[in-house]
């Protein structure tokens, strides 16, 4: 914005004080916001703080539902069957597979470091041999979690 429409709304605004006209001042004060919002709507651009209606009816502004990572109900539940699911396949492990699963499919370790910590913890075991370990356990894990894939 120029300083002479600058220097002109500010003029404008003493001038309403003086008149203690305070629909001008407050309509003057936000001018430059309603003109750069009409400057959105003409280029079609959104507001994250633009006021939405959901299908469960409440009115949420847009950030909330784009960033909101609230499950409903059932996928909830679903997730918590799922997670269950893992837990008891999981317990059909040896200790050392289950936590080479853990560590690579659940944490995204690579085989290098899974061998290391493998052999701190456990027992001697090269990267090759522990994503030997893995591929067998997913195998056995598949069967086991089949239902939800």
Do not use: F
């Not at 001038?15 to 280029?43: G, M």
């Not at 539940?77 to 690579?104: F, G, H, P, W, Y």
């Amino acid at each position: 914005m120029s300083n002479k429409v600058q220097e002109r709304r500010e003029r404008k605004i003493t001038e309403a004080i003086k008149a203690k006209n305070w629909n001008e001042v407050t309509r003057l004060l936000q001018q430059e916001q309603s003109n750069a919002e009409r400057r959105d709507r003409y280029h079609h651009k959104r507001s994250m703080e633009e006021n939405i209606a959901r299908n469960d009816g409440k009115r949420r502004e847009r950030y909330e539902v784009v960033a909101s990572s609230d499950l409903n109900p059932e996928e909830a539940l679903i997730l918590e069957e799922l997670i269950q699911a893992i837990r008891e396949a999981k317990a059909s492990l040896s200790e050392i597979d289950s936590k080479i699963v853990e560590m690579i499919a659940e944490q995204g370790s690579s085989y290098k470091e899974t061998a290391r910590y493998v052999t701190e913890h456990y027992k001697k075991m090269s990267d090759v041999t522990v994503k030997s370990h893995y591929c067998k356990a997913l195998k056995k894990l598949a069967p086991l979690l089949k239902t939800y894939r």
